[in-house]
Nanobody
Framework: QVQLVESGGGLVQPGGSLRLSCAAS????????MGWYRQAPGKERELVAA???????NYADSVKGRFTISRDNAKNTVYLQMNSLKPEDTAVYYC???????????????WGQGTQVTVSS
């Protein structure tokens, strides 16, 4: 079994910064892509950013230039540095990871439990 645990959410004023972390643990052989999604009240879950094992990144247009995704493969951890935050960034942020578990030949997509980010004055 694999678990993803997020941390770093909270309340921040517009223009502020937060750094989210997501650590994967359990029976992990390797992790392919990792990513961050968010879901605001009344809206569908949307991709924020994703990163491959070798560091290729992809961002939603709404966060380009403000958010940076990175990962530490040795720690099985993905990060999301969020700068110049806006009220419309308010949402529950979820991480996911495409994990090949020990003893298995195929990957499975795991999700974290979510962390609340609120941008408000």
């Amino acid at each position: 079994q694999v678990q993803l645990v997020e941390s770093g959410g909270g309340l921040v004023q517009p223009g502020g910064s937060l750094r989210l972390s997501c650590a994967a643990s359990g029976s992990i052989f390797s992790i392919n892509a990792m990513g961050w999604y968010r879901q605001a009240p009344g809206k569908e879950r949307e991709l924020v950013a994703a990163i491959t094992r070798v560091g290729t990144t992809n961002y939603a247009d709404s966060v380009k230039g403000r958010f940076t995704i990175s990962r530490d493969n040795a720690k099985n951890t993905v990060y999301l540095q969020m700068n110049s935050l806006k009220p419309e960034d308010t949402a529950v942020y979820y991480c996911n990871a495409d994990v090949v578990s020990t003893g298995r030949g195929t990957a499975y997509l795991y999700w974290g439990q979510g962390t609340q980010v609120t941008v408000s004055s």
